[in-house]
Every structure is written in structure tokens, then in C-alpha cells.
């Protein structure tokens, strides 16, 4: 009997759980303020701890809808007040710009010059010379500058203007046609047998991802793909 009351109580935390974060709101893991991970955290600790609680698992439950609706106000009233959203999320920091580089906002992030140079490694910047300015953003990510002798050429720069190009859409996802994206390419299933034929694929069921581009380009990948069994690291 406890057994099942374990089971239903987990699953309530578990739907609890799922609906607090869509009311939250979904954010990536690196976009998280502090404020953000702590509310995180704190609701799945009593998630968890609602799972095993027989006698007053409703206790839990309240604890939860608590800190759910402060991260909701909480974001509600940084959308709409600066100074708040700065006390609450911080701030971005400069840590270096114009060759120089800010050892007190260094200190302030609790990062000492060699973490400064792996962050900065990590990005692809080898050559400090390279850099006009880094920032910290509030959720811990670094924004690097380069500077423009430095970065790579755009179409601008050469004063060409090449066509815009858009976003691949899904046309076949796992064996099956996927009508609406092929509605929105301007396209039908005539169109997209005919291009299946032509790579020689004998319906969708033997594609696990097709993809239709610009310019009536068209991609798709074979279903049953034997796995490489190489170790890249030998």
C-alpha cells in the first residue's frame, strides 16, 4: 500500500513539476539567473522530497505553487523595472576592452587571470591582441569582441549583397511526412515522392530526416545507418 501511495505521490510531483516550469517559462540552463538556478533547485528538492511524503504530501505541493508563482512575479516585475532586474539578475561586467584588462571586475566574478584565458581559449581566441572587449553577462557566459582587423570578412564589407537565405524545414521526421512543414515550403507529396524517387528512396518510410531548403534543394537521411564503432580519441 505504501508502495502505490509513493508511486501516485510521485506522480503528482512529477505533473506539479512540469507545470510550474511552463509557467516559469523555458530557459536554457546557460541563460538562468542566480535567482533563476536557486528557484530551480529549491523546487526539485521538495519535489523529491513530495514523492516519499506519505502523511502531507499537500504541504510539499504548496511549497512548490510558493516559489513557482515568486519566480513568476519576480520575472513579471524585472520585465518592467530596470533596477530590480539589475538586483535580481545582475549585471553584465567588462573584463577587458581596448587592450586592457579589468582585474577588480575580474575579482568581482571570482575569476583569476588563468580562468580569463581558459574562457577566452574556449571561444576560439588564442591572441589576446585579437580582442577589443570582453563582457560577462549576468547568467556567466562570455561575449567576445573581436576586433575588426581581426574578424572574418562579411558580404558588407565587400559591398556584395547576396540573397537571404531561411531555415531548413522538416519535411519527413522518422519515417513520416510531416504535412504541415511541407504545406508551409509551398510544396506537395507529389513533389516529395518525386524527390525521393530521385535519390532512390522507395517511400518515406525508408528516410529518417528529409529536409527541404531554398531553391527546391532537398536533403534527406537513410533510416537504418549502421553505428561507426571508432574511437576518435586513439
Not at 521538495?46 to 504548496?62: F, K, Q, R, V
Not at 524517387?197 to 537513410?222: H, I, M, Q, R, W
Request: hydrophobic fraction near 40%.
Amino acid at each position: 500500500m505504501e508502495i502505490f501511495q509513493v508511486l501516485l505521490t510521485s506522480a503528482f510531483s512529477l505533473i506539479a513539476l512540469f507545470i510550474i516550469a511552463k509557467l516559469i517559462g523555458d530557459k536554457q540552463v546557460s541563460q538562468l539567473s542566480l535567482f533563476d538556478y536557486i528557484i530551480g533547485i529549491s523546487i526539485g528538492s521538495i519535489a523529491a522530497d513530495m514523492a516519499i511524503e506519505l502523511e502531507n504530501p499537500e504541504h510539499s505541493l504548496t511549497a512548490m505553487l510558493f516559489y513557482g508563482l515568486s519566480a513568476l512575479l519576480v520575472s513579471k516585475l524585472t520585465e518592467r523595472s530596470l533596477k530590480l532586474r539589475k538586483i535580481i539578475s545582475g549585471r553584465p561586467l567588462i573584463l577587458m576592452d581596448n587592450g586592457k584588462i579589468y582585474r577588480e571586475n575580474l575579482c568581482k566574478q571570482h575569476l583569476d587571470i588563468s580562468d580569463f584565458l581558459m574562457l577566452c581559449r574556449s571561444q576560439g581566441y588564442f591572441d589576446l591582441n585579437s580582442i577589443q572587449t570582453v563582457v560577462m553577462e549576468y547568467n556567466g557566459s562570455l561575449s567576445i569582441l573581436p576586433k575588426s582587423t581581426d574578424r572574418p570578412t562579411t558580404p558588407s564589407d565587400l559591398n556584395i549583397a547576396p540573397e537571404q537565405t531561411h531555415m531548413q524545414t522538416a519535411v519527413i521526421l522518422d519515417g513520416h511526412i510531416n504535412y504541415n512543414n511541407l504545406k508551409l515550403t509551398g510544396k506537395n507529396d507529389i513533389w516529395l515522392k518525386k524527390q525521393l524517387k530521385n535519390l532512390g528512396y522507395k517511400s518515406e518510410k525508408e528516410v529518417y530526416l528529409a529536409l527541404c531548403g531554398d531553391n527546391n534543394s532537398f536533403t534527406a537521411f537513410p533510416m537504418n545507418v549502421k553505428n561507426v564503432d571508432s574511437d576518435y580519441s586513439e
